[in-house]
């Protein structure tokens, strides 16, 4: 197969970036997409040119690190999909494939297709955990869980921090992910002492990184590869009102 | 000149660990504070370590290459986590787990660390649910648990096919809670290059900042390393890429004992590589052999569709070698029947390095639904990286390396051999002998990192309430440093043609030949050589582009290869000198008639610890005698 890629390439975070063309022929259609990438770094290495940098590691769509905008969608055409497990038999042979990396004020680029997603580091750190020190647990059975709720926290769990959402979202917002977090811990007997102060200092985080407002379009729910539904943003909401309405104290 | 005491409490088993514990001494938590302790790698043992040690109020700093704690390879694991809980009433207990973990690791692990991994399993699984990990539960609301790997109790704790993605992420909920609250600073995209050593003991690391390029220093009273496997030494494997050996292994230059490097455990079931760009391999899950028939066409080079190769003229080798155990012989010996018969000319697909593992006659049998109710979701990632969906024709499989037993020497408190340097999680070698059981790496990297080093490192600082801060000005920082910036120097200045990668795969495929699954005598004599020639041609051909003050993956890459040239020598080295059979090293030379491994306790019940005697040098071989003095040694047999 054979592509023209338009990639955007960017020597560094201040320094201003722009698109740049790349034939690439006999591409295997057995390759995955950052395979295809692989294969053409190779070529810009033997012809003297600096390879394009992209993140990615496990390279089985659950470590959350690749991440690229591939033909205005994150993580490319295929659905529950992350880049890294996108194949190229996904595309046309002969098309054009433009690469970009996550576009949002609160992902900076550092590099080529590489972004900073420390914002999300700090969004946890406000209060994406139980307070429970290793030592104070109960025995494991000591809180029963019904299966149905079970399987329901687990699906908001699955979240890999990849940041497809804030990619997908016309406002750059990170709701999807906060929510799958919050509602994890929400859904669950151990996160319920703090979940006032959990939704509060997680939400004022995720604004003070510039993060924007949801606005219901839902592309968040559509581009995660995951597939974590808009429902845990809801959920989320209802906890942070409820937490207004508490009057908790910090 | 090393010496290696394990330093194994005496007692009864069950009373080693809670005895010993009692008398380590600590530090008041007013002293504590005075203490830095750095951690490298964030993954469930690093991760685990870092938090406990915040929380108990020392000044942590934590290390990691990715951009996130939260990636850290952990993150793939997929069956479960092993725990002697009994809560399915079937009778397990501390001491079945503890003796199944021995025999599943053919007698070459130490008796007291295991018991102390079996012991503390049930604590983690106490905590990881306190942290809210979403386990599979029952419809009571109980915590639901399977079988794995062949035992004969239910006791994997397990959450779908992404248990190591649920438990790290509870892992990395806590470790941000300390470093939202100060106890922990994290150093995110930092390669540790070297650890420094002062006045003979560990006081610190040199790390390259991988955007800016940067240097650093950073001192502490202990380090900890936490840094996972070597595996991706065979460049294909069933780990992230950025896996490396290079922590552990500028350790090991600085004088930490490394044993066992040749306990590598080859997953029989891994999706086979599809096309000459791929540089990973994906697991799929073993429980597949359970419906699935494995063969091969009888035919040399066949290149029929598999659909169109009549049952007559299939070869259903394991059924036909082992008509016992069929397709669920274990996992090294359907490994190694798969490589004989594709090394004979007799492998599927393209590039003939496969096997089929084929579904036909169970679902012809039990219904396509059946079969969509068992594996359905591993159908779906098999045809989403390949294409095709099992129902309609065969999977195919190839092994691929999956994890390191051997690793960094360490005692019963996991400190190495240079004091104050520690290892813990899959970086050491101590809990699994020559063959790691299923579900039980999670539970080892969390045992350390959690519940176990927290204690021990404890009675190392004792003695360092009085220390002060480390200065980085002292001349091992210094010395250190140069070594660092030297190396890279020298690497950038080859300015030759071959890229990182391209070296990577040829050095894995000799590894791979003379090394992997089959080893004898002269393959892995000239294993070596082909190292040393490859290695050389490396010095003098590497290219990387790009500067090394910038954001440069290639670099990076290169760092990593030319630290696993040595790595191969010494498990070449170590495979060599085990003149017997035990778990995953098969040495050719050393089987049964019947072609199974023959173990040969009389003179190899030991650990070898190798010591770095200078480049290109013969290392030296210290044995650790293994005492087994609960366990029976007995023959492994599937018959």
């Given at each position: 197969m054979d592509f023209t890629l338009k990639i955007w390439r960017q020597e560094n975070a201040s320094s201003k970036g722009s698109f740049k063309t790349y034939p690439l022929k006999d591409v295997s259609p057995e390759m995955s997409f950052l395979e295809m990438l692989d294969y053409l770094n190779n070529q810009l290495i033997s012809k003297g040119e600096e390879p394009v940098t992209f993140e990615h590691d496990c390279r089985e769509g659950i470590c959350g690190t690749c991440g690229l905008y591939i033909n205005g969608r994150p993580h490319g055409p295929a659905r529950n999909t992350t880049t890294c497990e996108l194949h190229m038999r996904e595309f046309k042979d002969g098309a054009t494939i433009v690469v970009e990396p996550w576009r949002a004020s609160a992902f900076p680029v550092i590099k080529d297709l590489a972004v900073d997603r420390s914002s999300f580091e700090r969004i946890m750190q406000a209060g994406g955990f139980v307070n429970v020190n290793v030592g104070t647990a109960p025995d494991a059975n000591a809180i029963p869980i019904g299966k149905l709720i079970a399987d329901k926290v687990f699906d908001a769990a699955?979240?890999?921090?990849?940041g497809a959402c804030v990619a997908a979202c016309k406002n750059s917002s990170a709701m999807l992910f906060a929510a799958a977090k919050i509602a994890q811990y929400a859904m669950i007997p151990q996160g319920q002492v703090e979940a006032k102060e959990r939704v509060d200092k997680m939400v004022k985080q995720m604004d003070a990184e510039g993060f924007g407002f949801c606005s219901n379009t839902y592309g968040c729910e559509f581009d995660c590869p995951k597939g974590i539904s808009v429902d845990f943003i809801a959920l989320m909401n209802r906890e942070f009102f409820s937490s207004k309405v508490c009057k908790h104290k910090e | 000149m090393l010496k290696l005491d394990s330093k194994i409490p005496e007692g009864p088993i069950a009373e080693k660990w809670s005895r010993y514990k009692t008398g380590l001494r600590l530090v008041n938590p007013a002293n504590k504070k005075k203490i830095d302790i750095i951690v490298v790698g964030t993954g469930l043992a690093g991760a685990g370590a870092a938090s406990a040690l915040g929380e108990l109020g020392y000044n942590v700093k934590a290390f990691c290459f990715q951009d996130s704690p939260r990636r850290a390879h952990s993150v793939a694991a997929q069956g479960g986590t092993n725990a002697a809980k009994n809560y399915k009433n079937d009778n397990d207990s501390i001491y079945r787990l503890f003796h199944d973990m021995i025999k599943g690791g053919d007698y070459r692990a130490r008796e007291a660390n295991v018991y102390r991994a079996a012991e503390v399993s049930n604590d983690v699984i106490d905590h990881f649910t306190a942290m809210g990990v979403p386990f599979a539960r029952d419809y009571g609301g109980s915590l639901d648990t399977r079988s794995f790997g062949g035992v004969q109790v239910s006791r994997t704790f397990y959450a779908k096919g992404q248990t190591g993605q649920q438990c790290l992420l509870g892992t990395y909920s806590s470790l941000s809670r300390q470093i939202g609250k100060g106890t922990v600073k994290m150093f995110p995209r930092r390669d540790m290059l070297d650890v420094v050593i002062v006045d003979g003991k560990a006081r610190g690391i040199i790390t390259r900042h991988l955007i800016t390029g940067e240097l650093e220093r950073h001192s502490a009273h202990a380090v900890v390393l936490a840094t996972g496997g070597y595996g991706t030494v065979f460049y294909l494997s069933t780990l992230g890429l950025g896996s490396n050996a290079s922590a552990a292994w500028s350790a090991y230059k600085k004088g930490a004992a490394f044993a066992n490097p040749s306990f590598i455990q080859i997953h029989p079931t891994s999706i086979p590589v599809l096309n000459d760009y791929q540089c990973k391999l994906t697991l799929m899950s073993e429980s597949l052999r359970n419906d699935g028939r494995v063969w091969v066409p009888k035919a040399k080079g066949d290149k029929r569709h598999p659909n169109e190769i009549p049952e007559e003229e299939r070869d259903y080798y394991l059924e036909r070698r082992y008509p016992a155990f069929g397709n669920l012989v274990p996992r090294d010996v359907a490994s190694r029947a798969a490589k004989e018969r594709c090394d004979a000319g007799y492998g599927a697909g393209e590039t003939g390095l496969s096997v089929y593992l084929d579904f036909k006659d169970a679902i012809a049998k039990q219904g396509k639904k059946a079969i969509q109710d068992k594996y359905g979701n591993l159908f779906e990632m098999y045809e989403k990286i390949?294409?095709?969906?099992p129902y309609n024709e065969p999977m195919r499989i190839y092994p691929a390396g999956h994890y390191t037993m051997g690793g960094l020497w360490v005692d019963y408190n996991l400190m190495?051999?240079?004091?104050?340097l520690y290892a813990i999680g899959e970086s050491n070698f101590s809990d699994h002998g020559a063959n790691r059981l299923g579900a039980s790496s999670l539970m080892q990297c969390s045992g350390d990192g959690y519940f176990i080093l927290p204690n021990t490192i404890s009675d190392y600082l004792a003695?360092?309430?009085?220390?002060?801060k480390i200065p980085t000005d002292l001349p091992a920082f210094e010395e250190a440093e140069k070594s660092v910036k030297e190396r890279i120097q020298r690497i950038k200045a080859v300015k030759g043609k071959q890229t990182a990668s391209s070296f990577h795969k040829r050095l894995g495929k000799i590894l791979w030949d003379h090394c992997g699954m089959r080893r004898d005598e002269k393959g892995l004599k000239e294993g070596m050589v082909l190292l040393d020639k490859l290695e050389e041609e490396f010095w003098s051909d590497i290219c990387i582009p790009g500067s090394e003050k910038d954001f440069n993956q290639e670099l990076e890459k290169a760092l990593k290869v030319a630290d696993f040239f040595e790595v191969g020598r010494l498990m070449c080295e170590d495979a060599l000198q085990r003149e017997e059979s035990c778990g995953a090293h098969f040495r050719e030379e050393h089987q049964t008639e019947t072609g199974e491994a023959k173990r040969d306790d009389a003179n190899f019940a030991y650990v070898a610890a190798w010591e770095y005697q200078g480049p290109k040098a013969k290392p030296k071989l210290h044995k650790e005698d293994l005492k087994f003095e609960f366990v029976e040694l007995k023959e492994r047999s599937y018959k």
């Open positions: 699955t979240c890999i921090g990849c | 390949t294409g095709i969906l190495t051999t240079i004091p104050g003695d360092d309430i009085r220390t002060g």
